[in-house]
């Protein structure tokens, strides 16, 4: 967990020091840092940051929390953290910080807020690629939000309309992995890997590296073709950590998650495909903050931690919930 934690400072953090002119902010960050897991690190942060003077100082805090919590998956905290930090005054860019808060409102299925945020004067933006996130996020809320094959067809015109568009070519390798993901069509994964060969998004579809954890995506609607590879993907054995985990109960994996649906039809569809492959698969319900209800397709951890590789390797993507 240490070693997820330096990652992260260094990812994160780096810029952050840099802009903060106090190092009141750079001291409780690199304090926290020091604790023993990522969760004692979260909630160390979170008690002291009211202990900052300045606006700026907490500002970098907020911002280094914010990006925290969304590695560790607590969007809707995350989310929170960066509206926080972007209402302050500092050298963070708050631009930014708005978009990282839509980013998470989307992986916390509260499509809503994510276009209200993006309705904000954020909008105004002077920064091309701020602007090109807009315009691609937003398209994200609404094909998070659609219900049907038919609410899709708008947004999927949009992003269509992007592919000439040279304002939004700091974002098409995500336009184009959105057009596949959701049409299945093989011409957007051909153009992908013919402009862009060593995108992140490339090696999805190519299937050296999985979409998930990004839960968002696991909102929209998608062809039954998409990610294909990624199903058949053999597992990489990881190189046996030179540090011992600390033996935290809050960072236990209890059960992946497989899908998520606002229909319980689709649910249970999910549900019943993953029971003919011999895994007890359950439903449970979740409410979010947004008021939205949602079905979860989970099936629990054994003793032998293994039901993430089981699934992968029977060719249900996932991804772990931990407690």
Request: glycine letters at 4%; charged letters at 25%.
């Amino acid at each position: 967990m240490k070693h997820f934690l330096g990652f992260a400072i260094f990812i994160f953090g780096f810029s952050l020091f840099s802009q903060t002119s106090s190092t009141a902010a750079n001291k409780l960050i690199l304090e926290a840092a020091g604790k023993a897991s990522v969760n004692e690190t979260i909630s160390f942060l979170s008690k002291n940051i009211s202990s900052l003077e300045t606006d700026s100082d907490k500002k970098a805090a907020f911002s280094f929390l914010g990006a925290l919590q969304e590695q560790a998956g607590k969007f809707e905290a995350a989310k929170k953290s960066y509206t926080s930090a972007a209402a302050l005054a500092g050298s963070t860019n708050s631009e930014k910080l708005v978009i990282s808060a839509v980013r998470c409102a989307l992986n916390s299925g509260d499509a809503e807020s994510a276009l209200s945020f993006l309705k904000s004067s954020v909008r105004d933006s002077n920064d091309a690629y701020i602007q090109a996130q807009i315009k691609l996020y937003e398209q994200w809320a609404f094909l998070c939000k659609a219900n049907s094959a038919k609410e899709t067809e708008k947004p999927v015109a949009a992003l269509k309309s992007f592919l000439s568009d040279k304002s939004m070519t700091s974002v098409m390798p995500s336009i184009l992995l959105t057009l596949w993901h959701i049409t299945g069509e093989d011409s957007y994964s051909s153009k992908l890997k013919t402009d862009f060969p060593s995108s992140p998004e490339t090696k999805i579809i190519k299937g050296e590296i999985n979409a998930l954890p990004t839960p968002f995506w696991l909102f929209m609607p998608r062809k039954e073709t998409a990610f294909p590879e990624i199903a058949q993907m053999p597992l990489k054995k990881s190189a046996p950590s030179s540090e011992k985990e600390p033996s935290s109960s809050a960072e236990k994996i209890v059960r992946e998650q497989l899908g998520l649906f606002r229909d319980v039809s689709n649910a249970n569809a999910l549900a019943e495909k993953v029971k003919s492959k011999g895994f007890d698969a359950k439903i449970m319900l979740e409410k979010r903050p947004s008021g939205n209800v949602y079905y979860i397709v989970v099936v629990d951890e054994n003793k032998d931690m293994s039901i993430g590789k089981e699934l992968r390797t029977a060719g249900f993507e996932c991804y772990p919930v931990f407690e």
